[in-house]
């Protein structure tokens, strides 16, 4: 499967981003997706995953409660919500997708889409 993530950009903080994972070369459904992002120096960290159907969920405790993650599988696309941002949310956001059960750990995922910019700053 072959993933593109794209819709970052650069917010002031307290907005919103809505992030896209879309899908293609595979059955999509048959996919949990993951996100994750990583800041400059700083290792890539998870934020979100969703399980092959949904809506089954987990997110990391820094964005729990601010950042939403969905699915429509009828268009192969994975959403991640995001609100309330903050400065040091500013990174490179990717998704990822792995066939079978959804996964909070970056090794088992095998396939990445491109990632895309999300910089938080007034």
């Known amino acids: 499967v072959q993933l593109q993530a794209y819709g970052g950009g650069l917010v002031q903080p307290g907005g919103s981003l809505r992030l896209s994972c879309a899908a293609s070369?595979?059955?999509?459904?048959?996919?949990?997706v993951g996100w994750f992002r990583q800041a400059p120096g700083k290792e890539r960290s998870f934020l979100a995953t969703i399980n092959r159907a949904g809506p089954a969920t987990m997110y990391a405790d820094s964005v729990q409660g601010r950042f939403t993650i969905s699915r429509d599988n009828a268009n192969n696309t994975v959403y991640l919500q995001m609100n309330s941002l903050k400065a040091e949310d500013t990174a490179v956001y990717f998704c990822?997708?792995?066939?079978?059960?959804?996964?909070?750990?970056?090794?088992?995922?095998?396939?990445w889409g491109q990632g895309t910019q999300v910089t938080v700053s007034s």
């Open positions: 990822a997708a792995r066939y079978g059960a959804y996964t909070m750990r970056s090794l088992q995922y095998p396939y």
């Open positions: 070369g595979g059955t999509f459904s048959g996919y949990s």
